[in-house]
């Protein structure tokens, strides 16, 4: 079991110093053995595909999480800045890869692992964080629901409900099955999924790309829905690489969604981006157009980027968009109000890191986007490896209003409140 701050620390071990990266990262950089003679070589990673001849020896690499999970105390916590009026504090610490977070009816946090096996919950006992774990053994449950008294978690091949979870913490039901099969080819790349529930009453999730740049198959590159009752699926929306994150517009009901666009066309080329899905059927033009207006160098030949749906912002390249949620609370000021909340996990695909913060988007009547930093002091060196010390996930609107954050790299979850 572990504990939050305000509770009894949290009995994990100590991850390795923030000035060091951790063995997952060292592992990626490493490079492959050699073959014997005449042996069929492995194919490259995914994050490798798409790279040039002369990308082949770049020193760039996904960053691999601390999967024990850290001490707030081993970290520069008073390094987070917000606005004025705004704290931002430690919730709990020690919670290996926090990913995902989702509400309990009664008040509990539901949090995910991508490359572990766990769900968790935490509960907040009069300011004392105790946190569970629920799920085990899992693969990729990357993506978390709550309605009704119902905790739906998205595997990379399934989901799967657990019905009354919140009475049952300490002894959950068994899950049942929505909808399987939803990874029939073992794919390499863009597996893990994002789950919510949409005002229809159906559950939302992303199947990603297979890889940094390929044709997908029918199922892939694409946002979904399944009714939870009865288990029948439909394609929502297209040419989506990999969406990590979605939410629908408080007023007009629409979706919108986070894409990352395609890695090792350059520093500065494409943008990822932000969306509005106004109704079914749309095509947002992976894998023959990123950014809505700059056509793939290899799949765009012959097409033009007029064909597809236009995003509504351009983000940043390789800012690697996450987690997003509009603002529904009351605590902080009006303003605030029905702004979209994108949890940027940073850049890894880019000689020079950006990113690494929790960004405010206002989005105006007629769908315009304005965005302002909310959340920084991740990001140290933008030229090290690694260029930080956190790496925002998913953000959560709190019935009191606050926003909480998660960080998988440290495995913490942050609260940023509001007082007058």
């Not at 490798?48 to 960053?63: D, M």
């Not at 769900?119 to 449950?141: C, F, H, S, T």
């Not at 009354?164 to 068994?174: K, Q």
């Amino acid at each position: 079991m572990l504990s939050g701050l305000g509770g009894v620390q949290a009995q994990q071990p100590a991850g390795p110093g923030a000035s060091k990266a951790p063995p997952a990262a060292q592992v990626q950089k490493s490079e492959p053995a050699l073959a014997p003679p005449g042996a069929a070589t492995a194919p490259p990673p995914s994050w490798q595909q798409g790279r040039s001849a002369e990308q082949a020896k770049s020193p760039l690499h996904p960053i691999a999480p601390h999967l024990t999970g850290r001490p707030a105390s081993e970290l520069p916590i008073n390094k987070l800045k917000v606005p004025p009026g705004f704290k931002v504090e430690v919730w709990v610490d020690g919670l290996p890869e926090a990913r995902s977070l989702a509400l309990g009816d009664n008040g509990t946090v539901f949090v995910s692992n991508r490359n572990l096996t766990d769900v968790y919950a935490i509960v907040d006992r009069g300011g004392k964080r105790e946190v569970k774990k629920i799920l085990k053994g899992l693969k990729a449950p990357n993506g978390l629901a709550f309605s009704k008294g119902t905790l739906y978690v998205a595997e990379r091949g399934r989901i799967t409900r657990l019905d009354g979870i919140e009475s049952r913490l300490d002894n959950p039901p068994e899950p049942k099955v929505v909808i399987d099969n939803l990874d029939p080819t073992q794919q390499p790349g863009h597996f893990w999924k994002f789950l919510a529930l949409g005002p229809d009453g159906k559950l939302y999730f992303n199947i990603g790309a297979p890889g940094n740049i390929v044709m997908p198959n029918y199922m892939q590159a694409s946002i979904n829905r399944v009714d939870p009752n009865t288990g029948v699926m439909e394609t929502f929306v297209l040419g989506v690489r990999n969406s990590v994150g979605f939410d629908w517009h408080p007023k007009t009901k629409e979706l919108w969604f986070t894409n990352h666009a395609r890695d090792w066309v350059s520093d500065d080329m494409p943008n990822d981006t932000l969306h509005r899905a106004a109704r079914k059927g749309m095509h947002f033009g992976y894998p023959f157009c990123h950014q809505g207006d700059f056509l793939d160098p290899e799949f765009g030949k012959g097409r033009s980027c007029k064909e597809f749906d236009p995003p509504a912002a351009k983000l940043g390249a390789h800012i690697a968009p996450l987690g997003m949620r509009f603002y529904t609370g009351k605590m902080f000021p009006a303003e605030y109000r029905d702004n979209i909340f994108v949890a940027m996990h940073g850049s890894w695909n880019r000689s020079v890191k950006q990113g690494y913060n929790v960004t405010r988007v206002i989005v105006d009547a007629k769908g315009n986007t304005k965005m302002e930093p909310f959340l920084e002091g991740f990001l140290t060196d933008p030229k090290a490896d690694p260029p930080m010390w956190g790496r925002p996930v998913d953000v959560l609107v709190m019935r009191d209003g606050a926003l909480l954050v998660s960080d998988d790299y440290n495995g913490i979850i942050y609260r940023i409140s509001y007082t007058k």
